[in-house]
């Protein structure tokens, strides 16, 4: 049988449309700016989000971490929120490489409330760090790919005040525009840096954006020169993320109906589910892991007591429903009829 990967949505494979505008791929040397796949990537990119600039970086962590770098200097404060992938997973990089330090705030699952955010904002005082970034996550992964609405993100940037900056991890960001309808730059419009991949939802080989105004984009370019990320033919990366973006995002609705039916097998309440990312609470999550693996489905524990399993453009119908079955011979519940059957 073959494997059934939910780990994540960055396990997806390229297309074939994807391969082969790798392998025709205009390409040229990037650091002196004249790839001319990258280039036209990036116009689009800065198109969608209605922002002057965009800039092809190839991670989300190094785009998050230029955002930062834009926006600190060593002794200031970041606001992330407490689940967030900046916090959690990017090797302590705010601190490590800017020599910032985070202050976490809560949500309510991923989203923020403006006025507690706000309250965290220092007031400028001899003693005490600058705070000078705010982060937010939208979709948020730890949260269960929770859309973060735009109204919400409007609230907060007219809370905090003009010295403190807005910086949007949007990863997933084309799941929270499907499952809303909002458009992307609405999203982009109150923010000051956006990051967006290409390798997630997308299911591009590798990649990510980072959008913003221009001289800051400028500036972003030297930030991803220092950090090592100055490709040089990286059209054929370009390419498939323009293919990508000529798919459009509908297909990602698929990935949220699926993930709310293994929600609804898995005993979690579906309408927690608001894109492609399922939490499951279990009492031994690395047994669990095993138990599914061994019947060729891969989930990730995240802690001891949860699984988390994503939905992609390499699982459909098929492959949830083993999913689904697996789940009600390993935990006991759902199965075919869903919860209790
Ligand atoms: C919300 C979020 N932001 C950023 C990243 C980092 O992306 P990358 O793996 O491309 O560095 C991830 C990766 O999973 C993520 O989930």
Known sequence: MTIADFRSDTVTRPTEAMRRAMAEAEVGDDVFEDDPTVRKLEERVAALFRRPAA??????????????????RPGDEVLMEEKSHTYHFEVGGASRLWGAQAR?????????????????VRQENVHVPRTRLCLVENTHNFHGGRVVPKESITALRRALPGTVRLHLDGARLWNAHVRTGTPLADYAAHADTVTVAFSKALGCPAGSAV??????IREARRLRKLLGG????????????????????????????????????????????????????????????????????????????????????????????????????????GGEGGPGA
């Not at 993320?241 to 898995?266: I, N, P, Q, S, Y």
């Not at 892991?289 to 019947?295: G, L, V």
């Open 104 to 120: 976490l705030y809560p949500s309510d699952r991923g989203v923020p409330d403006a006025a507690t955010v706000a309250a965290l």
């Open 55 to 72: 800039l092809f970086v190839p991670t989300g962590t190094m785009g998050n971490q230029i955002a930062i770098g834009l926006s600190v």
């Open 211 to 216: 959008i913003g105004e221009e001289e800051e």
């Open 230 to 333: 100055g490709m040089r033919q990286v059209g054929v990366l370009a390419a498939p993320c323009l293919v990508a973006l000529d798919e459009g995002f509908e297909r990602l609705a698929e990935d949220h109906r699926r993930a709310r039916r293994l929600a609804e097998a898995f005993g979690v309440d579906p309408k927690t589910v608001e894109s492609n990312i399922l939490f499951v609470p279990v009492p031994d999550a690395k047994a669990v892991e095993a138990a599914f693996r061994a019947d060729d489905i891969l989930v990730i524990a995240t802690s001891n007591t949860e699984i988390r399993l994503v939905t992609h453009r390499d699982v459909g119908d098929a492959e949830v429903e083993r999913a689904c079955a697996a789940g009600a011979r390993i935990l006991g519940r």
